[in-house]
């Protein structure tokens, strides 16, 4: 079987090298549900296109285009060889080294996840993981837009925001006003299957929407076919 991901700007192929290095991203990040989970992929699917293919696209957003499983190991830190012990954000000298983000217990668990094989892996991240790489992974329907996310770090952004209802601390995903909010294009990113186009499954069209994280105000946008919903969430800002 053969699967790419079908850009407007070209095809992006996936393999098993992908599917584990997807797996441990799932993982490390710690999502918690199948909904939580694809919307990390979809995310991320839509910010490499964000990254290269959009009007006003972001080059600069990651450097490693070549393979799907590059392209994530740049943005998920989990897995980024950049915060490994001894990579250039907690090797000697480097910028981070002293903060939370290189803590012991986290220089550990990154070590962990990068020999941990396939099939010792979290049990949802595999099962979401090989729906991923066989494209039948459904698209949560509010994800139109959404080009990032943020979890666990309690950091302030001042964003419109697309923030979901799963049971994890301080976990948000959020669009970026007028370079991916209301791009079509995004839109027409599909799997193909061994040469036939897979139809989108869409997904959670109907999860509630939750309260702001701390110091948090923005926008909530519920894509559905034919309709666009605009939640209107405001939170107190963090003095």
Known sequence: MTTVIRYPNGDVPLDAEDRLWTARMLDGEGAHTEAEAALVIWTLIQRRYWGVGMERANPGAF???????????????????????GGSKCGPGGGEVGTRGCAEERLARRAE?????????????????????????????????????????????????????????????????S???????????????DGVEQPIVEGWGDALVPESPPG???????????????FNNFAKKVP
């Open 216 to 230: 948090i105000g923005g926008v909530m946008l519920n894509l559905v076919p034919g309709a666009v919903k605009l």
């Open 63 to 85: 450097a490693g285009y070549r393979s799907w499983a590059r392209f994530i190991r740049t943005f998920s830190q989990p897995i980024n060889p950049e915060w490994y012990r």
């Open 179 to 193: 370079t991916s909010v209301g791009d079509r294009r995004l839109a027409a990113i599909r799997f193909v299957v």
């Open 113 to 177: 996840l990068a020999r941990t094989p396939f099939e010792r892996l979290d049990a949802l991240a595999q099962r979401v993981a090989n729906d991923f790489v066989a494209g039948r992974l459904a698209r949560p329907a509010a994800v139109g837009g959404v080009i990032d996310f943020r979890a666990r770090d309690n950091v302030q952004v001042n964003r419109p925001l697309a923030t979901f209802p799963f049971p994890t601390a301080n976990r948000y995903f959020y669009s970026i006003n």
